[in-house]
């Protein structure tokens, strides 16, 4: 019996897993391995990510004054983002599949069974696992982040 590192930590679990590993990132589960419907990387996931933050601490700017000097309107402003990057995350993934950042970089989170639309719990859970940070940081041998397989997605390149 395989502990439960075994997936996810190299040179654990069963050694003769080993042999039945991917060959790429998704071809577990029937998706490309390069082009339309293949696994994204990392350094897209992290872009797409930085790229919602900085877009969220915009859209805040234009709302809440910014003063690198005063303490409390910077931690209103903070807070404000972090609420901002919250909608921005949730609420496009709920409706289209994937965030502003994500689009800007041509991917998305695509359920695993197929069944259509990521839906609201789902896009919750990822943006709650994203803000502890380490569930995003942690991947599998398909790749795949905790975030993944808490909500049963995997985010693909859409071009």
Known sequence: MARWTGEWLPGTGDPTA????????GE??????????AMAGGGQRLLALIV?????ALVTAL???Y??????AMQTFNLWAGVGWAVITVVPVTLFG?????????IRVARLDGAGAVGP?????RMVLTVLIIPLLVRNADG????????GTVVIRMR
Do not use: C, I, N
């Open 28 to 37: 577990k589960f029937g998706l490309p391995e390069s082009g339309v419907g």
């Open 67 to 72: 003063d690198v000097q005063d303490v409390a």
């Open 144 to 151: 795949r982040t905790w975030l993944d397989r808490a909500t």
């Open 98 to 106: 994937f965030t502003p950042g994500m689009g800007v970089l041509g």
């Open 52 to 56: 919602d933050l900085v877009f969220a």
């Open 121 to 125: 719990w789902r896009a919750l859970v």
């Open 18 to 25: 080993r042999q039945d590993a991917p060959k790429y990132p």
């Open 63 to 65: 709302f809440v004054r």
